[in-house]
Structure formats: structure tokens, C-alpha cells
């Protein structure tokens, strides 16, 4: 057989990193690349004084039903029986034993082992290993990958009565993974400047067309000569019939965050490539912050700027779930003020819902955040669609809405935990929901400005707007 990587599966082979990573689209041939670099490794592993290259490597899925339907069988696509016979047993290993052009003998071994849970952390202690190969490293725990990484290097570990020390060439841990959550420690890593590894991540299977307003197959993705040609048409065709957004954009377009549940209200117009911004810009002291909030017993806020092109930035949230506004402004808002928006001129911007009175002090949440030296005005409008609309409005610009990756809660809402309730005609009430309208109001205000609302005439409701520099 011959083996020929993409750019990104060379680009990965070539890093001689010792943590290396892999994230792209289903299909995008992730798996064979990871195959086909540790049996690299076991080729060129430094030969003994008796001519043997020997290696031992650890592979893991989360669950042997995917191990022996996915793993094992990518593995024997490259490196089939006659090279390297697997047992049935638990863990299963196979043993690969043949010779070179240049007479030395590769002895490698390959554990095949499904890691999930404490039970699993044990399990690895007792590994001598070079290195090893997570598969879908998206399904692993974090502490698994650590305890196995913490065995690498082990072997081979002898020195000879000549003094050869018999040691590694290369030792480490391959990840191949579909895109996880942001808050993966996977993606954490990807993303940290501070991690000494490398990872790579191939180009998108498919991507939004604007001026076609629909998904197309990217010409650029890799791993299409090895697919049928309708492979991405065909889930595309699929996924729109029952509007599964959330899959489009991280299995086929290969973007960080979750599967959906029900129909989101603004996947189709996110992106975490164009939205999401690891190195963005800090705020600027002579423009004003304005803050989005949503009150009530689940508090959440967002702080937001406008910038001169009318682009949005989004510097940070809070999210407290059963806290009470004058529990919030003290222990939350006021220090993250105090720290990083210390002399900025702050506008929070609310439900103008919000300015009826409760029932047991008289007090609205707006007087509550004044008279705490917030100042805090009510949005021109709590109207879902129009609400929906500003936020819409913003996406669709080119760089017209930029995130810090600060907001966590804010990219998994927007990404897709922010879905249509049963009637179709506003959100369902959930955990994503609150961040989600408070970046709502903070939008609607900077498209619109404030509200001041006349009195009536007739049966007509006369709306004066005046916008806030």
C-alpha cells in the first residue's frame, strides 16, 4: 500500500513534537494519519546492537465497541493481519515482527485499550510504553490522557554490556479528535500559547456560501479523493431536512462546540473561526462599554464596545446561576469593573421589562443597579424577533462581531444551546438562554440606541429613538 497525507496529515507527520494534535471534520482522514505516524516511528526507532527497532505503543477509544469498530479497523486498513495479528482479548494487542531492506527487524507492539473513567487512570499506571495514539480525544477525560502521557518513555529502557544505552528515538502522544467544546481540555490546549505541543487543524469539509445563503462542499477539504462524491453532499441534504445546524458546524465544518438540542436560534450564522477571537484587541477607554444584562435569579451580563466601523467586541461575561441582583453587583460586578474597565465610561442596557416594580420593596432592577452607582437603562424593545434580529445583523457583517474566548458560556449558547421553544415563536427558557438575551439587549441597543416612548395617540404607539456616544 501507499500512503500519501494531505498537506495538514504531512505538516503533522513532519512536527516532531512530542504532544501532538489533529482536530478536523468526520471523514477528513485524522485516523490514518495518526496510524501511519506511529508506524513511522516504529520503523525509525533507533536499532539495538542486535539489529531490532523496538517500540511499544498505547492506543486509546473510550469504549471497546468503538475501539474494534473504528480504531481497530482504520489500524488494520494500514497495517493488516500479516503485518501485525491483534488478539480478542482484554486489552487487545498486536504484536508486528518484520524485517527491513537494510537487515534490522521491527519488534513493535500495539495495546489497544478503551479508557473511561477512575477505574482507567489505574489501569495505565502499570504501562511501560514509547508513547501512544488517543483516538477521538474529544471522548477522553483529561486525566486519562495525563496518567497515560505520564508513561511514555518507558520503553525501550536497557543498556547493553557494551554500554549502548537502548533508549526512545521518539517518544510522545498523538490526538486526533472531531472539534469539542471550547472548555475541552483538548481545545484548551489547542488554543493556550503556553502548551509545548503542537496542533493542527485541517481545513473545513464544508462551509456556509453567503451569497448562496447555503452549505457547500468545500473544494479545499482534504481526504476527498478517498470519499464518495457525494459523501458531504448527501449529510448536508440531511442535516437541513431536520435542521441539525450544530452538527454541520463542528462535524463537517469542523468548528468547536456541541450537538444541539431542538432547532438554535443563531448557529446558522455563527462561526467560531469568524466570531471567535484568541488575540483580540483591548478596549478602548475613550469609547464606551456597554453592558448587556439579564436579571433575575440566573444572572448574566455581557461587556460589549462599539468601535468607529459600528463592529462589536466582546470582552468578558458573567454568569451566576441562583444569585440575587444585590449579591451579584458587589461580589461580581463591581470587582471585574474595578480591575479591567477602571475609569470607562459604563452603560448597562436591560429588559425595559424590567422596569416594573416588585412586589416586596417597590424597587425596579434599574433602580437597584443606580442606585449601587451603576448606570443602568432600559433596551428600546424585549420584541424577540426584533431582539433576534440585532444580534443576526451584527453576525452577518464581515469582522461585524468579534468574542474574546473569555466568553465561554457566551460561544456554547450562541454555538448552539439557545434553541426555539416548541411553539416555534421565541426561546426556550434553559441555561444558555440568559447570556444569550443578554447579549441580545446589548446588541439591540447598539443598533438602535434607547427608547423613549410617548404618549399615546389614538391607537398608534409614536417610538423616538436617540442613540448613546
Not at 488478539?87 to 487487545?92: A, I, K, M, S, V
Not at 443602568?376 to 440585532?390: E, L, Q
Amino acid at each position: 500500500m501507499t500512503y500519501v497525507p494531505e498537506a495538514t496529515g504531512l505538516a503533522f507527520m513532519k512536527c516532531p513534537d512530542t504532544i501532538r494534535g489533529i482536530m478536523g471534520a468526520v471523514g477528513s482522514g485524522k485516523s490514518s494519519v495518526c496510524v501511519m505516524t506511529l508506524l513511522g516511528y516504529a520503523i525509525n526507532q533507533a536499532a539495538n546492537p542486535n539489529g531490532v527497532r523496538r517500540t511499544k505503543w498505547l492506543i486509546i477509544r473510550a469504549t471497546y465497541s468503538e475501539l474494534d469498530q473504528t480504531t481497530i479497523k482504520t489500524f488494520q486498513q494500514w497495517v493488516p493481519d500479516n503485518v501485525c495479528s491483534i488478539n480478542r482479548d482484554y486489552p487487545r494487542i498486536g504484536k508486528a515482527k518484520f524485517r527491513l531492506a537494510d537487515g534490522t527487524t521491527v519488534d513493535s507492539e500495539f495495546i489497544f485499550m478503551a479508557l473511561d473513567g477512575q477505574d482507567s487512570i489505574e489501569k495505565v499506571k502499570s504501562l511501560d510504553i514509547t508513547g501512544g495514539w488517543i483516538n477521538e480525544a474529544s471522548e477522553i477525560e483529561r486525566a486519562i490522557f495525563e496518567a497515560a502521557y505520564s508513561r511514555k518513555s518507558r520503553y525501550p529502557l536497557k543498556t547493553w554490556p557494551n554500554g549502548y544505552k537502548e533508549r526512545p528515538t521518539w517518544a510522545g502522544f498523538l490526538l486526533d479528535t472531531n472539534p469539542p467544546q471550547r472548555t475541552h481540555w483538548y481545545a484548551v490546549m489547542a488554543e493556550s500559547e503556553e502548551t509545548k505541543g503542537s496542533f493542527f487543524r485541517q481545513p473545513p469539509a464544508v462551509m456556509f456560501d453567503h451569497e448562496l445563503n447555503d452549505w457547500v462542499v468545500n473544494p479545499n477539504a482534504e481526504n476527498l479523493s478517498n470519499l464518495a462524491d457525494d459523501y458531504y453532499k448527501d449529510q448536508l441534504k440531511l442535516l437541513k431536512a431536520t435542521n441539525n445546524i450544530s452538527f454541520i458546524r463542528v462535524m463537517l465544518q469542523g468548528e468547536y462546540g456541541h450537538m444541539q438540542r431542538g432547532v438554535p436560534v443563531f448557529a446558522q450564522y455563527f462561526s467560531d473561526i469568524r466570531h471567535v477571537d484568541s488575540g483580540m484587541r483591548p478596549p478602548r477607554i475613550d469609547r464606551p462599554i456597554i453592558v448587556g444584562v439579564d436579571w433575575g435569579l440566573n444572572f448574566a451580563c455581557v461587556f460589549t464596545q462599539m468601535d468607529a466601523m459600528g463592529n462589536i467586541y466582546i470582552y468578558d461575561e458573567i454568569v451566576k446561576a441562583d444569585a440575587s441582583l444585590e449579591e451579584v453587583i458587589p461580589s461580581l460586578i463591581k470587582p471585574l469593573i474595578a480591575k479591567k474597565y477602571r475609569g470607562f465610561n459604563i452603560m448597562f442596557i436591560g429588559d425595559p421589562a424590567g422596569r416594573g416594580r416588585s412586589s416586596n420593596d417597590k424597587r425596579t432592577p434599574f433602580i437597584i443597579m443606580n442606585d449601587a452607582g451603576l448606570v443602568c437603562k432600559p433596551g428600546p424593545t424585549n420584541n424577540f424577533v426584533v431582539r433576534r434580529d440585532s444580534v443576526i445583523y451584527f453576525l452577518n457583517r464581515v469582522n461585524g462581531m468579534k468574542m474574546s474566548i473569555a466568553v465561554q458560556k457566551l460561544i456554547e449558547s450562541i454555538g448552539a444551546g439557545y434553541i426555539m421553544d416548541s411553539g416555534g415563536e421565541s426561546a426556550e427558557k434553559n441555561e444558555h438562554s440568559h447570556i444569550a438575551d443578554a447579549l441580545q439587549y446589548a446588541c439591540t441597543f447598539h443598533k438602535l440606541g434607547l427608547a423613549k416612548q410617548s404618549r399615546r395617540t389614538g391607537t398608534k404607539e409614536h417610538v423616538k429613538r436617540r442613540r448613546v456616544v
